[in-house]
């Protein structure tokens, strides 16, 4: 059993809370409590495992309040809070696992509860899983040079986790350009190298527009004399 699904064993229940956004395990979100039921959520959760469901909905008056029984969303972990005067907190959370609702459950609770399954990508080839990782951890860096020439940064580029493509490829799909639909799928997939195989599309897609944006930049800082040259892999 990985670290994440031991966190949550013996979950069966969870606090959910819908927004337009798509979570991944691994990845920090910040969050703003403001609404009394959730202030209710923040404080029952902190008085036991800290865990919450956070579950990817756009409010829709032609459609339910609630995300639908069968959806996908990540429990998500409180590990920092800062209380407000008001009431209101600003909170620091982390994705932990993903889960299936099976049912929603009415405790009398001010906000959603949901029956859950949490679930992790299935077995694969290590050897393909690898070199997928490795295409997109190479093309994504390939970028991450590029924005990093356009925006004059010099600091460090983001580090990857080499040896756990899984988690890679969540945190690449955290950071990459698209809408919430299709990190909604990303999320839902349960094969590594299929979601691995996705984001090196986009990826590859992208790439040629960032470093020619990059070389534009550095053309332009030398005043258009086209001999400088650009390094991409410093």
Do not use: W
Not at 39 to 49: E, F, I, Y
Not at 138 to 164: C, H, K, S, W, Y
Not at 209 to 229: C, F, P, Q, V
Request: charged share 30%; with cysteine; proline share 6%.
């Amino acid at each position: 059993m990985s670290d994440a699904l031991d966190k949550v064993r013996g979950v069966r229940e969870l606090p959910v809370f819908p927004l337009p956004l798509v979570l991944f395990p691994g990845v920090p979100l910040p969050l703003h409590i403001f609404e009394e039921r959730y202030r209710r959520m923040l404080a029952d959760v902190r008085a036991s495992n800290n865990l919450f469901g956070l579950s990817y909905f756009v409010p829709d008056a032609e459609r339910e309040d609630r995300p639908p029984a069968g959806h996908v969303g990540c429990a998500t972990e409180v590990v920092e809070v800062q209380p407000l005067p008001d009431g209101r907190s600003n909170i620091l959370t982390l994705g932990v696992a993903r889960y299936r609702v099976t049912e929603y459950v009415d405790r009398g609770d001010p906000y959603l509860v949901a029956r859950v399954e949490f679930f992790e990508d299935g077995e694969e080839d290590r050897e393909v899983v690898g070199r997928r990782a490795a295409e997109v951890s190479e093309m994504f860096m390939r970028i991450a040079r590029a924005m990093r020439t356009v925006n004059a940064e010099r600091g460090a580029l983001p580090e990857l986790p080499q040896d756990d493509p899984e988690r890679l490829s969540f945190l690449v799909a955290a950071v990459v350009e698209m809408d919430a639909e299709a990190k909604q799928r990303l999320l839902e997939t349960r094969s590594t190298s299929e979601r691995l195989r996705r984001l090196y599309t986009l990826l590859a897609q992208a790439v040629t527009a960032y470093e020619e944006r990059a070389r534009t930049h550095e053309l332009a800082r030398g005043n258009g004399h086209a001999g400088k040259k650009i390094d991409l892999d410093q």
